[in-house]
């Protein structure tokens, strides 16, 4: 027997074990955990399924171990990510730590930086949030304003963010500040600080649902130690792209969704009906599905191909553009073609005539037109594909 079987036969028996039953079925919204100093866990199962990942660092998987991390190889991680598909494991842990802010801590922090925060994020003990964009700073990222201004061991902070997403749940933000106004990219720095500091105040952004996934986010003379800054002065804009990059291969990862539990041509036919022979009664979704799945399926090819390159550090940073921007079309398509399956049960929002699985896909279909905003526009990645990738000119 192989190492990599024997691992897979040691994973297979600790998931066995260690993954309790409510926890192999797909997470309703609801369910989703996102840790923090305030967590609550709406299925107490969760939080049992966090903490034994944690116990392993497989919230973590390829960290180093001193980190908290599993410290897999990709390879073993390989094995851990298809045993888990194989139960239908939920994910234990949904993190803007695990996802964008602790790659690059472990690029770019100082040894006491990684020490203070990558344990806390493999344990979900701390929540945060991504201080980027502001009201005239989105697109246009390195044009932000807020002004972070050295007093001593502290840094001052002024301005304000906007569109912080979970700003009101989290526990600490990752924040971009300008620290010298006489240039752009090379005046920002990067830097960690408290959300319960002093002065700082956030105001969720009331969306026609209801829901506030995000927040105003103001900063008044706030004071962050400047121990704090992660990489070096006005160096942040590196940091804040590498960042994009790792924040961009996640959001593509969108498109590798497969949706609900039951594969859509097996919902589509609950909603047709079927033909004699067996097959979706309706020619022209079925037709639309077939065309989908071949795209989804050579798009699934690629995300693992490109995606584990990046995230192992190797090929170009730039290509997670390609996957954002593609992965996220893939998944607004998907969306698309549930609520066409649906028909008129694709249109509820609440009330008796709609199950929850419904609800679930229509507040899908609406959330998912975020994501070719989220994480730079298609547009923007678009343009960093032409330069960077294909190397076209840019006049
Ligand atoms: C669901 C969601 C969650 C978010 N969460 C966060 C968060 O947690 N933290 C955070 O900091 N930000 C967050 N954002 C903000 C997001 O990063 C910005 O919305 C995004 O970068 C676009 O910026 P903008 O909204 O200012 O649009 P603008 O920059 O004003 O763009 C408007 C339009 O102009 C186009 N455009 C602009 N410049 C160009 C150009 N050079 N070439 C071609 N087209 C162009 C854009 O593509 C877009 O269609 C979130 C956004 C969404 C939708």
């Not at 991680?77 to 602790?102: D, K, Y």
């Not at 002093?198 to 506030?212: A, F, R």
């Not at 041509?265 to 067996?278: C, D, F, L």
């Not at 709609?354 to 037109?369: P, Y």
Request: net charge neutral; with cysteine; glycine share 10%.
């Amino acid at each position: 027997m192989s190492e990599l079987d024997t691992f897979r036969a040691e994973t297979r028996a600790w998931l066995e074990q260690n993954c309790p039953a409510s926890m192999r079925s797909p997470t309703p919204d609801n369910e989703t955990v996102w840790g923090g100093r305030d967590a609550s866990y709406a299925n107490p199962d969760s939080k049992v399924w966090l903490d034994n990942m944690a116990s392993k660092g497989w919230t973590a998987p390829t960290w180093p171990t001193q980190y908290g991390g599993g410290g897999l190889t990709s390879e073993q991680n390989g094995v851990l990510q298809s045993e888990l598909q194989a139960i239908s494991a939920r994910s234990p842990l949904s993190s803007f730590g695990l996802w964008m802010l602790g790659p690059v801590l472990l690029e770019f922090g100082n040894e006491q930086q990684k020490l203070e925060h990558l344990p806390k994020i493999v344990r979900g003990e701390i929540r945060w949030c991504q201080g980027y964009s502001e009201p005239g700073a989105g697109s246009d990222l390195a044009g932000l304003q807020t002004k972070a201004i050295r007093d001593g061991d502290d840094y001052v902070i002024n301005g304000q963010k906007v569109w912080t997403s979970y700003a009101n749940h989290a526990d600490w933000i990752f924040c971009l500040v300008r620290t010298d106004t006489t240039v752009k990219h090379n005046g920002i720095s990067f830097i960690l600080f408290d959300m319960k500091s002093e002065g700082v105040t956030v105001k969720p952004i009331q969306l026609i649902s209801g829901d506030s996934p995000f927040c105003e986010t103001f900063f008044d003379d706030v004071r962050a130690p400047a121990r704090n800054q992660v990489g070096e002065l006005n160096k942040g804009w590196t940091i804040a792209k590498r960042l994009l990059q790792h924040e961009r291969t996640n959001i593509g990862d969108f498109g590798t969704a497969q949706g609900p539990q039951t594969p859509m041509h097996e919902q589509a036919k609950k909603y047709y009906g079927e033909n004699a022979q067996g097959q979706l009664a309706n020619s022209t979704m079925r037709h639309e599905l077939a065309k989908y799945q071949v795209r989804q399926r050579a798009y699934g090819l690629t995300y693992a191909r490109v995606g584990a390159e990046l995230k192992a550090g190797q090929g170009d940073g730039a290509a997670s553009s390609i996957l954002k921007a593609v992965g996220a079309e893939l998944n607004k398509h998907r969306s698309e073609m549930m609520i066409d399956i649906l028909g008129s049960q694709g249109i509820g929002w609440d009330g008796d005539g709609f199950n929850q699985w419904e609800i679930m896909q229509t507040r899908g279909w609406l959330r998912s037109k975020a994501n070719s905003i989220e994480g730079g526009t298609t547009e923007i990645n678009k343009n960093v594909v032409a330069k960077n990738v294909l190397g076209l000119p840019t006049k």
